[in-house]
């Protein structure tokens, strides 16, 4: 049994594709492919349903993910002790963003945050922004916050509980929409339909210290 079965596991369940997932981790479809299935053998159940598309999880895949979940996290956040305590500590702290918090809301509120650079040096995660890919940078242990939008209703947030989170502010989501002739919408019930609030959230290990 190896720890990147179990993070091979986690970036499948949450992409829904091996395809995405073996982007997202860097390695062959195929190599991916194998190590899932080791797992499964380990185990001894299958954990994905491979007939359906987009890829489910089996009902002993639903059940292994929890542990799956508490086990990379707790490596992770031990590693981290570790190397802190051995004064080992990166001097530089991560950060995982999609583009539109990267550039509009990052800058001004890590100014504020941080105004005189205690923290010392501060990096965007330069990985392609996806919002799975960044969930998987936290859940491996490759970056120390995300900084995301969250609604209720997104189930990939589930993932993410255990890690301390801090609500930073609001902002409202709405679909548009050309106009008629006379200047009103095409679509009015679509629009009003599809206006949500999402919060803006950091989520990490060390939330709690900012």
Known sequence: MELK???????VSHCYSFTRAA???????????????????????PLFDRKTYPVRLTPEGQEFLTTASEMVFSLTQLRGELRERHG????????????????????????????????GCIRLSDHPPSFAGNIALLLDGKTDFLLTYTHDSVALMKQLE???SIELGTEVAMAVCAPDSDGKPLYPSLSAACRRRFSVTVIGPFSAML
């Open 5 to 11: 079965w179990f993070e091979d596991f986690l970036s």
């Open 23 to 45: 982007n997202e981790r860097n390695i062959t479809q195929s190599a991916l492919s194998r190590r899932i299935k080791q797992l499964e053998e380990w185990l001894g159940v």
């Open 88 to 119: 080992q500590k990166s001097s530089i702290l991560h950060f995982a963003s999609l583009n539109t918090l990267a550039q509009t809301f990052f800058p001004d509120w890590i100014n504020k945050v941080d105004p005189t650079h205690q923290c």
């Open 162 to 164: 255990r890690f301390p």
